[in-house]
């Protein structure tokens, strides 16, 4: 029986996931969510298990709203070009099953600034904080992860209005896994 836990940055992305679906709060950024997730799974037993990483995200693109389950996710602020450079894969894009299409450029870089906004678009439709360390880790450990991210924002000026937002696309996001966690 497939079992589930619910990553989330912050406890009120997760607020609305419904009692006994196992939750972790990983803090803001890649970094921090990796090592939350890498902890969290190397303490249970992961056969059967699926990750959901729900939260809050930026639309790069205008009039872009609602929920989305991104098909890949790439780190955004690595400089992936040098690193090849020298021989290296940097894994600056990870695929992940099941997505819809979307593309979600993950970071360390809180966007509200509209150049950077343009500058990710090019390659994103979304952006957050911590979805490349959840899959990152997730990979690392072999275990099946879904990106369930809802719109809070437009990755602008108006997104440090973010901590306003959260409750209501937490709100959907607790609906999407009372929907779809069985």
């Known amino acids: 029986m497939t079992q589930y836990l619910v990553v989330s940055a912050i406890a009120g992305e997760a607020r609305y996931v419904p009692d006994g679906v196992?939750?972790?709060?990983?803090?803001?950024?890649?970094?921090?969510?990796?090592?939350?997730?890498?902890r969290a799974l190397a303490e249970?037993?992961?056969?059967?298990l699926v990750v959901l990483n729900v939260?809050?995200?930026?639309?790069?693109?205008?009039?872009?709203?609602?929920?989305?389950?991104?098909?890949?996710?790439?780190?955004?602020d690595v400089n992936a070009d040098a690193v090849r450079a020298i021989?290296?894969?940097?894994?600056?894009?990870?695929?992940?099953?099941?997505?819809?299409?979307?593309?979600?450029?993950?970071?360390?870089?809180?966007?509200?600034?509209?150049?950077v906004?343009?500058?990710?678009?090019?390659?994103?439709?979304?952006?957050d904080m911590e979805a490349y360390g959840v899959v990152y880790a997730c990979r690392a450990y072999g275990v099946p992860v879904r990106v369930v991210k809802h719109v809070s924002d437009s990755a602008d000026g108006a997104a440090l209005d973010w901590p306003a937002l959260v409750d209501a696309s937490a709100k959907v996001l607790g609906e999407w896994v009372s929907e779809n966690v069985r």
């Open 87 to 115: 021989g290296l894969d940097p894994q600056d894009e990870l695929p992940i099953e099941g997505g819809d299409g979307t593309v979600l450029a993950s970071g360390d870089v809180f966007v509200a600034d509209p150049v």
């Open 22 to 38: 196992p939750v972790v709060v990983t803090g803001v950024g890649k970094t921090a969510a990796a090592v939350a997730v890498s």
């Open 55 to 76: 939260g809050t995200t930026g639309a790069l693109r205008d009039g872009l709203s609602g929920l989305f389950l991104p098909s890949k996710v790439i780190n955004h």
């Open 44 to 48: 249970r037993d992961t056969t059967d």
């Open 117 to 127: 906004r343009a500058r990710l678009a090019e390659r994103a439709q979304l952006v």
